[in-house]
């Protein structure tokens, strides 16, 4: 069963990922040398190249790549594999291997693959996404360190094929082998370079697409450039990326007015004054904004109250969601219907969208009056007349003041007897309390890892480590297991599974989500060709390509 990143871990992944489209003049060449040339903007510095250790793979997708890679609406397209086999119960897949090169030219083989997964599943490593590896023979027992890495179940019968025993099937298996994380490393490298490994541009090779070149580790400008060994260079059409860390949105639309970067990040009040000039634009990404309630509360009453159903109905039915999205944030963010993303997958049978189905009437609409009947009940049922709850928050991220002023005032309003308190700490002291208990509500937020509803249905499962909240419902663990069991080979059947457990966290308010985001840029018209995907890996400039002047 999938564990869940941590909160920390998707900012992170957040941060480096959602202002990577920029895309670039070169004002000193209008030749054909600047028309291959793409700069791009960052909110931050790349934390690590190394694909064990990474945190995200927003960028680096253009410079690793695996058994294949995302193309267009979140489906697989050709990577490293030129053919991927299923058995028929799902448990073997075959992976064939195409004539690929490492940037230094070595031959990328099966055993590349093997030491790969094997050394981002050894606990020594640590690498933050080794709970994706579940579901892959004795990878939760490696995590454990219960059983050595080389007992995990990928091998290498030859230098041309990989062979993965997975314990059940995974219905989403595909499009999971589109993550870097689970592309081959250079055991002969990471062994030359030892300690050194990964720190420099310079101590790394590269399977994908592009190289990195002038990255130091801790500098805020990089590139990246075509990799001549790359087996589909001939459709790669930039020469090189250039990326450089733009912290303030004022500074970005400065620097695209002055032609320096062709689309650059809009911050709420830009979107208000920008949203009819040609250049705007928007990508959407499978993010939502939601609220965790502590139902292992510390303080009595409060345990009382977060465990009450009626009292969280109320908290969510008080929040005017149209509101946050065109007022209090106004950058272009979208409604939820529960707390599976919209547009991350859709119904196998019918096309239509997973978040439409998980919807559960009056349960994330703005019905006060509905609210305020629920909070006289379930404070009539735990015997209170007032309360007092911690609202948790980061402030490292752009909207908390807004948000956390926002629901103060408007629970305070709304709810009679209802005091809030809000602690905005910085990510790691957040979730160092989050992990201790060390709240009542926590504004938190949860980005897709890969197109399937199973990205976000982990996190409420009984004893999972990012289950912050400590909800626990039988029912809803059972589906989700049926789901990736008995059920994993029957695609309608599984689906029914996860749709009817999505509709019990949104009838319980197990979770409360309150937006999904979108970024607004304003993109020159000169760039086509750019990839984006709502999860996993974001963005992709495979086929990218700048105009001439």
């Given at each position: 069963?999938?564990?869940?990143?941590?909160v920390?871990?998707?900012?992170?992944?957040i941060?480096?990922?959602?202002?990577?489209?920029?895309?670039?003049?070169?004002s000193?060449?209008?030749n054909?040398?600047?028309?291959?040339?793409?700069?791009?903007?960052?909110?931050?510095?790349?934390?690590?190249?190394?694909?064990?250790?990474?945190?995200?793979?927003?960028q680096?997708?253009?410079?690793f790549?695996?058994?294949?890679?995302?193309?267009?609406?979140?489906?697989?397209?050709a990577?490293?594999?030129?053919?991927?086999t299923?058995?028929k119960?799902?448990?073997?897949?075959?992976?064939?291997?195409?004539?690929?090169?490492?940037?230094?030219?070595?031959?990328?083989t099966?055993?590349?693959?093997?030491?790969?997964?094997r050394?981002?599943?050894?606990?020594?490593?640590a690498?933050p996404?080794?709970?994706?590896?579940?579901?892959v023979?004795?990878?939760?027992?490696?995590?454990?360190n219960k059983?050595?890495?080389s007992?995990?179940?990928?091998?290498?019968?030859?230098?041309?094929t990989?062979?993965?025993?997975?314990?059940?099937?995974?219905a989403?298996?595909?499009?999971?082998?589109?993550?870097?994380?689970?592309?081959p490393?250079?055991?002969?490298?990471v062994?030359?370079?030892g300690?050194?490994?990964?720190t420099?541009a310079?101590y790394?090779?590269?399977?994908?697409?592009f190289?990195?070149k002038?990255?130091?580790?801790?500098?805020?400008?990089?590139?990246?450039?075509?990799?001549?060994?790359?087996w589909?260079?001939?459709?790669v059409?930039?020469?090189?990326?250039?990326?450089?860390?733009v912290?303030?949105?004022?500074?970005?639309?400065?620097?695209?007015?002055?032609?320096?970067?062709?689309?650059?990040?809009?911050?709420?009040?830009?979107?208000?004054?920008?949203?009819?000039n040609?250049d705007?634009?928007s990508?959407?990404?499978?993010?939502?904004r939601f609220?965790?309630?502590n139902?292992?509360?510390?303080?009595?009453?409060?345990?009382?109250?977060l465990?009450?159903?009626?009292?969280?109905?109320?908290?969510?039915l008080?929040?005017?969601?149209?509101?946050?999205t065109?007022?209090?944030?106004g950058?272009?963010s979208?409604l939820?219907?529960?707390?599976?993303?919209n547009?991350?997958?859709s119904?196998?049978?019918?096309?239509?969208d997973?978040?439409?189905?998980?919807?559960?009437?009056n349960?994330?609409?703005?019905?006060?009056?509905l609210a305020?009947?629920?909070?006289?009940?379930?404070?009539?049922?735990?015997?209170?007349?007032?309360?007092?709850?911690?609202l948790?928050?980061?402030?490292?991220?752009?909207?908390?003041?807004?948000?956390?002023?926002?629901l103060?005032?408007?629970w305070?309003?709304?709810?009679?007897?209802?005091?809030?308190?809000?602690?905005?700490?910085?990510?790691?002291?957040?979730?160092?309390?989050?992990?201790?208990?060390?709240?009542d509500?926590?504004?938190?937020?949860?980005?897709?890892?890969f197109?399937?509803p199973?990205?976000?249905?982990?996190?409420p499962?009984?004893?999972?480590?990012?289950?912050?909240?400590?909800?626990?419902n039988?029912k809803?663990?059972?589906l989700v297991?049926?789901a990736?069991?008995?059920?994993?080979?029957?695609?309608?059947?599984?689906?029914?599974?996860?749709?009817?457990?999505?509709?019990?966290?949104?009838?319980e308010?197990?979770?409360?989500?309150?937006?999904?985001q979108?970024?607004?840029?304003?993109?020159?018209?000169?760039?086509?060709?750019v990839?984006h995907?709502?999860?996993?890996?974001?963005?992709n400039?495979k086929?990218?390509?700048?105009?001439?002047?």
């Amino acid at each position: 069963m999938l564990k869940f990143k941590s909160v920390l871990a998707s900012a992170v992944t957040i941060s480096a990922a959602l202002v990577l489209a920029a895309c670039g003049k070169s004002s000193d060449h209008a030749n054909s040398s600047s028309a291959k040339t793409l700069n791009l903007s960052t909110t931050a510095p790349l934390d690590t190249i190394d694909i064990s250790k990474s945190t995200g793979y927003g960028q680096t997708g253009n410079v690793f790549e695996s058994f294949y890679r995302l193309g267009e609406n979140g489906k697989p397209t050709a990577g490293l594999a030129k053919s991927g086999t299923v058995s028929k119960d799902g448990r073997t897949w075959t992976f064939k291997l195409r004539n690929a090169k490492w940037s230094n030219g070595d031959p990328i083989t099966a055993q590349d693959f093997v030491y790969s997964w094997r050394r981002s599943l050894n606990p020594k490593t640590a690498s933050p996404y080794a709970y994706l590896f579940s579901g892959v023979k004795n990878a939760d027992e490696i995590i454990a360190n219960k059983k050595k890495a080389s007992s995990l179940g990928i091998s290498a019968p030859n230098k041309d094929t990989v062979v993965v025993k997975l314990n059940r099937p995974i219905a989403y298996f595909k499009v999971l082998m589109a993550y870097p994380l689970f592309g081959p490393q250079n055991e002969k490298v990471v062994k030359k370079y030892g300690k050194k490994y990964a720190t420099k541009a310079q101590y790394q090779v590269y399977s994908g697409p592009f190289k990195i070149k002038g990255w130091n580790g801790t500098n805020d400008t990089w590139s990246f450039v075509k990799n001549n060994n790359y087996w589909d260079k001939k459709v790669v059409k930039l020469n090189k990326i250039n990326y450089e860390v733009v912290k303030s949105n004022n500074t970005g639309y400065q620097m695209y007015q002055q032609g320096k970067l062709d689309l650059t990040p809009l911050s709420s009040e830009q979107v208000k004054n920008l949203k009819s000039n040609k250049d705007f634009t928007s990508y959407p990404y499978s993010l939502v904004r939601f609220l965790m309630y502590n139902f292992k509360s510390k303080n009595p009453t409060n345990n009382k109250a977060l465990n009450n159903r009626n009292i969280r109905l109320a908290l969510s039915l008080s929040i005017d969601r149209d509101i946050v999205t065109k007022k209090v944030l106004g950058n272009g963010s979208t409604l939820p219907t529960g707390f599976v993303a919209n547009d991350l997958a859709s119904d196998p049978k019918t096309g239509v969208d997973f978040a439409k189905q998980q919807k559960v009437k009056n349960t994330v609409d703005y019905n006060p009056t509905l609210a305020k009947k629920y909070w006289k009940k379930g404070m009539q049922e735990i015997g209170a007349k007032k309360l007092t709850f911690d609202l948790l928050s980061s402030n490292d991220e752009s909207d908390s003041d807004q948000l956390t002023q926002y629901l103060q005032s408007q629970w305070t309003k709304e709810l009679k007897g209802l005091k809030v308190n809000v602690t905005n700490v910085p990510d790691k002291s957040t979730t160092s309390r989050a992990q201790n208990g060390d709240f009542d509500i926590y504004l938190s937020h949860w980005g897709g890892d890969f197109n399937d509803p199973m990205t976000f249905m982990q996190i409420p499962m009984t004893g999972t480590s990012y289950n912050y909240g400590k909800w626990s419902n039988s029912k809803y663990n059972n589906l989700v297991k049926t789901a990736g069991n008995q059920d994993a080979n029957d695609a309608n059947k599984r689906w029914s599974d996860l749709v009817t457990a999505a509709k019990i966290v949104n009838r319980e308010q197990a979770i409360t989500p309150i937006y999904q985001q979108t970024t607004a840029y304003l993109q020159n018209k000169r760039v086509h060709g750019v990839i984006h995907n709502t999860a996993g890996t974001q963005w992709n400039y495979k086929y990218t390509s700048v105009d001439n002047k």
